[in-house]
């Protein structure tokens, strides 16, 4: 007895979805575009808010909540299905102007930061701003997960796992909020974070359908499946790819230095009694020291003189007390 093809293994022919059925799922112009239209720019003003109130607070389960019903990822995989379909990307619009609207409501919602308040100590900033190719991968994993379940018609349940499993809206939320703040490098690295997503959505999405695609030109008696769209999609994955790829070798020089650091500013505040560090975050050229002390700070000029040599230089150090003082020590070296 042969073994199905493995495309009948992971679409079958009796759950495999049309793509025209796709299509009045996916496309937010076709069918009644108005309500759809309608329905996805009021799920993605409310789940900016929820993500950029989340990112500020702190509170991952508001973050979830936000990816749960972000609506960004249906136009995304509208775009896979125009390629497939070689149809015009009209879905690419909604991605745009979504992407839009939700750095403009991150950007609003940092209006209310206090000025000390410290963006790569939070940890649903920092976790989006340094993004590496291990994300890239599991999106892509992510992305066919979300691609099987919409082209199957029994395991439509798998859905919102998808949706937390791709972060989408939270780091453009992030990418707000950094712009509000001056911090062009940590929303850079939300924007890349965003993007890689982005792609591996689309060509998860491109790939899944593409084998719809197949067997219908094929049950039409069509020859061959025009591949330029795909090639050109490709190339794009490889330009997301070499700027991860370069985020982590960068992550890995950041933590490197950040434990130096952290080790010097130790032996720096021993000779106060009752002072510790409670943390050091850092970023590609800045390092952040949280301090707790019940009295004054050594100089720092001590703490720059220890790291010379051990930091590269022109990293900034900058020292965060308790009392929510910020002291700018200046750059190593």
């Not at 500020?56 to 775009?79: C, N, R």
């Not at 929303?187 to 197949?214: H, Q």
């Not at 982590?248 to 434990?259: E, G, R």
Request: a negative charge; aromatic letters at 4%.
């Amino acid at each position: 007895m042969s073994r199905p093809p493995l495309r009948d293994v992971l679409l079958p022919p009796d759950q495999r979805r049309t793509l025209a059925e796709l299509a009045e799922d996916l496309d937010l112009t076709a069918g009644n575009a108005r309500a759809k239209q309608s329905a996805f720019w009021t799920m993605l003003v409310l789940s900016a808010v929820i993500a950029s109130a989340g990112v500020l607070a702190d509170s991952t389960a508001t973050v979830i909540g936000a990816m749960i019903i972000a609506p960004l990822s249906t136009p995304i995989m509208g775009i896979a299905l125009a390629i497939v379909k070689q149809e015009r990307i009209a879905s690419l619009r909604f991605v745009v102007l979504g992407g839009l609207l939700v750095v403009a409501v991150g950007a609003a919602f940092s209006l209310v930061v206090p000025g000390a308040y410290s963006l790569v100590a939070n940890p649903q900033i920092a976790g989006r701003t340094s993004p590496s190719l291990l994300d890239l991968v599991g999106a892509v994993a992510t992305g066919l997960a979300g691609a099987i379940a919409l082209a199957r018609r029994d395991v439509a349940a798998v859905l919102p796992g998808v949706a937390i499993a791709i972060s989408l809206v939270p780091p453009l939320a992030v990418v707000g909020v950094c712009l509000s703040q001056g911090e062009l490098a940590l929303a850079g690295g939300a924007l890349a974070l965003f993007l890689s997503n982005l792609v591996a959505l689309v060509l998860a999405g491109t790939l899944t359908f593409s084998v719809i695609g197949f067997i219908e030109l094929r049950a039409a008696g069509v020859e061959g499946v025009r591949r330029r769209s795909r090639l050109a999609l490709a190339m794009i994955a490889v330009v997301v790819t070499l700027p991860l790829l370069a985020n982590t070798v960068s992550t890995y020089l950041v933590s490197m230095y950040t434990a130096r650091v952290e080790e010097s500013a130790t032996e720096w505040i021993a000779e106060v009694p009752g002072a510790e560090i409670v943390g050091v975050h850092g970023a590609l050229h800045e390092v952040e020291v949280m301090v707790q002390t019940p009295d004054e700070l050594p100089p720092t000029d001590a703490l720059l003189d220890s790291l010379r040599g051990r930091v590269p230089a022109g990293v900034q150090i900058v020292v965060h007390t308790e009392l929510g003082e910020r002291i700018e020590a200046g750059s190593v070296g």
